[in-house]
């Protein structure tokens, strides 16, 4: 890992020292997600209650700009303003480039037909189902790594080539038994293992940002 990613990870561990027993697990975690997207791979995340919001926090962190512009490049343009000379001037000057990530918990329509039609802790199963193809990357949020519905959803994802990386609390869980990669919050409080993930994932989208569109 280059200079410029490593000193996001130096600048989490001064603010939260606790994490610095799972600096590697973040770092590797991170690793899976940069190889993902560049071969043209996307993020699917799914969580519960606090960890469902998690996932929606991560999809606007990467979706769009989080510290840095993200302008479109020249070509891209380019392109919209030939496509339609009027809203493609409006579309190349606000347009950002996004790494694409799906949060599994935001399709209503979906989830509840599924979960009246079928079996409700398939819900996210079915749309890694749907979603997912080889290559993706699914994040599972679990404070306990436990959660029935996540753990479906991982076997899915394992079954259909992905790589998985759980992100829990410091116990040893099905999660971690199935992920390539897990990062266990060093805490057993549900809250204070939540008050840890939103760091750790931020430092993921900056890195992440850093590398695909920093200088």
């Given amino acids: 890992m280059n200079i410029r990613l490593q000193r996001q990870v130096n600048l989490l561990i001064k603010r939260y020292p606790i994490l610095e027993s799972v600096e ?9 997600m940069q190889e993902s997207y560049e071969n043209g791979g996307k993020l699917l995340i799914a969580g519960n209650g606090g960890s469902a919001a998690d996932s929606e926090h ?14 479109t490049n020249d070509k891209y343009a380019n392109k919209l303003i030939e496509t339609e000379p009027e809203l493609g001037k409006v579309l190349a000057e ?3 480039m996004a790494l694409p990530a799906i949060a599994l ?8 037909a599924y ?3 079928c079996e409700p802790l398939l819900c996210f199963a079915q749309q890694v189902n749907g979603f997912g193809k080889e290559g993706d990357v699914f994040l599972g949020i679990s404070t306990s790594g436990n959660s029935k519905n ?6 899915v994802a394992k079954a259909k080539g992905m790589k998985i990386v759980g992100l829990t609390g410091q116990n040893d869980s099905k999660l971690s038994a199935i992920a ?3 990062v266990k919050a060093p805490n057993m409080e549900t809250y204070m293992i939540q008050e840890l993930h939103l760091p750790i994932y931020h430092c993921w989208c900056l890195m992440l940002e850093d590398y695909f569109f920093g200088e």
Avoid: C, W
């Fill in 115 to 117: 979960m009246n039609d």
């Fill in 94 to 96: 606000n347009l950002q």
């Fill in 58 to 71: 991560i999809v606007g962190e990467l979706m769009k700009g989080f510290k840095l512009p993200r302008k």
């Fill in 180 to 182: 390539d990669v897990t």
């Fill in 24 to 32: 590697q697990n973040i770092i590797d975690a991170y690793l899976v």
């Fill in 150 to 155: 996540i753990l479906y959803a991982a076997t």
């Fill in 105 to 112: 918990d935001g399709h209503m329509a979906l989830s509840t």
